[in-house]
């Protein structure tokens, strides 16, 4: 199956500061990603849709602001945590769906697992 | 209303043997896509088996298959001959193919596999 890569695989940082998640598709085009939050015991939650070269469609409660999303390219998006505060210590997974529109192909990154301390 | 249903928080299953984990769902569309992950403690989403609205036989791929009865809405995920290794947390997930691209997912099942 395809493979969907995510750095870093988990980071530790203080309140305050910006951290940067990359999600990378490596062996297809990926037309759509997801991010997707994850807390301890809990179901995915979709924070975002990202399409290539446009901007990315936030779910209900989720700050566009705070949780910046680029999709510059069809192999990487990337979410930056902005001013990160412990609430926001969290799994984040991303997943990528290609361009052959076949509806069972959607593939998950590994994700990243973010402490805000 | 919750798009997928998972009613087992918690499932115990004797290695070798066979195991039922629950999803019903609930939609409109007459279009769409039944997933089931599984999601060890490193917590990567593993694909196992995906089965269309339309498709006519019951998917399988290996030790697992999913019991597809539309009418009821439920999609359960049989997975025979357990092994120690599938103790994990599963998902099953739902995608409308009509109205959008959203993945719905269940609160999960935590399967535990004892020798």
């Known amino acids: 199956g395809a493979v969907v890569s995510q750095h870093p695989s988990w980071v530790i940082c203080k309140s305050g500061t910006s951290v940067k998640i990359e999600c990378r598709s490596l062996d297809f085009q990926a037309t759509t990603m997801f991010w997707y939050r994850q807390f301890p015991k809990q179901s995915l939650m979709l924070m975002a849709t990202?399409?290539?070269?446009?901007?990315?469609?936030?779910e209900q409660g989720v700050e566009k602001d705070k949780f910046l999303i680029n999709h510059a390219s069809l192999t990487l998006s990337t979410l930056t945590v902005t001013s990160a505060h412990p609430e926001d210590s969290s799994f984040y997974i991303c997943?990528?769906?290609?361009?052959?529109?076949?509806?069972?192909?959607?593939?998950f990154g590994p994700g990243t697992r973010l402490t805000v301390l | 209303a919750q798009k997928i249903t998972q009613t087992q928080p918690g499932m115990f299953v004797q290695e070798k043997e066979a195991v039922t984990l629950d999803c019903t769902y609930d939609?409109?569309?007459?279009?769409?896509?039944l997933f089931w992950y599984k999601q060890p403690s490193s917590g990567e989403m593993i694909f196992l088996i995906y089965?269309?609205?339309?498709?006519?036989q019951n998917a399988t791929e290996g030790r697992y298959s999913l019991n597809f009865q539309k009418a009821r809405k439920s999609a359960n995920l049989v997975i025979s001959a357990s092994q120690l290794g599938d103790s994990a947390m599963y998902f099953c997930?739902?995608?409308?193919?009509?109205?959008?691209?959203?993945?719905?997912f269940g609160t999960g099942t935590s399967l535990t596999v004892i020798p």
């Open positions: 997943s990528a769906r290609g361009e052959s529109g076949r509806p069972n192909e959607q593939f």
């Open positions: 939609t409109s569309d007459p279009s769409y896509g």
């Open positions: 089965q269309g609205s339309y498709d006519q």
């Open positions: 990202s399409n290539e070269g446009s901007k990315a469609t936030y």
């Open positions: 997930a739902m995608r409308e193919l009509n109205t959008g691209n959203q993945f719905y």
